[in-house]
């Protein structure tokens, strides 16, 4: 399960760099979006380990 996360978290961040780098703005938003989604992520996987 674990694995999932993390993948998910890398799918995230390489979908906000496409869309930072190729999109227009409207999309753009939408990937910033799930950037957001994608830190939350890692600092609830960061907290648990704690």
């Known amino acids: 399960m674990r694995d999932i ?3 998910i978290v890398v799918l995230l961040i390489a979908g906000w760099l496409l869309g ?7 999309v ?3 990937i910033h979006i ?7 992520l890692v600092i609830l996987k960061i907290l648990q380990k704690i």
């Open 5 to 7: 996360v993390w993948v």
């Open 28 to 30: 753009g938003n939408l």
């Open 34 to 40: 799930l950037l957001i989604v994608a830190v939350v």
């Open 20 to 26: 930072f780098i190729g999109f227009s703005a409207v």
